[in-house]
């Protein structure tokens, strides 16, 4: 029986040399049964040229988008044109750790065949070389599908490189999102019932520098309380009955230094998104000084007295 095809979908953009290095990773790979898509979203052929010499060594699909989708329309582009049993959608900063990093996704598949995803150990490698793995909630790791949400507070999957799924599994990338856009995705996988397989292995190594989303998001802080309010408005009103999920909202509403719905809808939130629990927390909020909300202990009292009257937001 021949082995399945992995689709490795790169959304490009710009940066060929990101791109080349992601793909000698694929070509070092034990595993050939390879197809690449790249759905290029840049402005000019840089990309296309710097990959011809691949092209006949490798399946290469390149696509040249004009306009320009943007992520993470891009990343759903790329996905659909996959003719694999399995993708992984690799970003073009990232690459193939290990030359067996695509045999261990699939032997994974093999042994617990009912899984629809996989994913491996969070390493991300800084522009000199040094490695930062993600240290995990291992309770979390073991009990995502019976607190899916709970990725909000701590995305233990990581990045979408980090991550091979079967072609079968029917979720799209939510594609109004930038920040939350891999957590609300994972949410959704869960929340379907998917299973999964964690590899506690370094397979994937995700590039950190400076013209990342990741980046642009944590210097515009409007985008994570936009997104993050939306999400809430997503997960529903009687997600908050978990305290750690409430608790979340309320920290990040006091670090933020939300105080009013005004507040929000100046970061871009439309009110009608804004659910009644929120705002039920900043009206709390606002009667202490933010001075005093950064006490930990007040703030855990009054976080504690805003859970307790909840019922008020229902």
């Keep these: 029986m021949s082995e399945p095809i992995v689709s490795i979908c790169i959304p490009a953009y710009k940066k060929p040399d990101f791109v080349i290095r992601a793909i000698k990773s694929i070509q070092n790979q034990s595993y050939k049964q390879v197809e690449i898509i790249i759905s290029d979203d840049s402005p000019n052929d840089d990309i296309k040229i710097a990959i011809q010499s691949y092209i006949s060594e490798l399946n290469i699909k390149y696509y040249h988008n004009n306009p320009a989708l943007k992520s993470p329309k891009n990343w759903n582009n790329a996905i659909s044109m996959a003719n694999g049993e399995f993708f992984i959608l690799l970003h073009q900063d990232d690459w193939l750790a290990s030359s067996d990093c695509l045999a261990i996704f699939i032997a994974a598949f093999k042994s617990q065949p009912n899984a629809q995803f996989a994913f491996c150990k969070n390493t991300a490698i800084q522009p000199n070389g040094k490695e930062l793995t993600l240290q995990y909630i291992k309770s979390l790791l073991t009990d995502m599908h019976n607190r899916p949400n709970h990725l909000v ?36 996988l869960l929340k379907k019932g998917y299973a999964y397989i964690y590899i506690d292995q370094h397979l994937v190594s995700i590039g950190l520098h400076e013209d990342q989303t990741t980046v642009f ?17 997503k997960i529903g009103t009687e997600a908050f009955s978990d305290i750690l999920i409430y608790d979340y909202y309320w920290r990040l509403l006091r670090n933020y230094k939300i105080r009013s719905i005004n507040d929000l809808e100046q970061n871009g939130v439309n009110s009608s998104r804004i659910l009644p629990i929120i705002g039920n927390m900043l009206l709390l909020q606002k009667k202490a000084p ?16 805003s859970y307790l009257l909840r019922s008020k937001s229902k």
Excluded: H
């Design 217 to 233: 998001c944590r210097n515009n802080e409007d985008v994570i309380i936009k997104e993050n309010i939306w999400f809430a408005e």
């Design 153 to 188: 507070r701590a995305n233990v999957i990581g990045p979408p490189s980090n991550t091979m799924l079967r072609k079968t599994v029917d979720v799209k990338y939510d594609e109004d999102y930038i920040w939350l856009v891999d957590v609300d995705y994972y949410v959704s």
């Design 290 to 305: 933010l001075s005093l909300l950064k006490l930990g202990v007040v703030s855990k009292i009054l976080m504690t007295i």
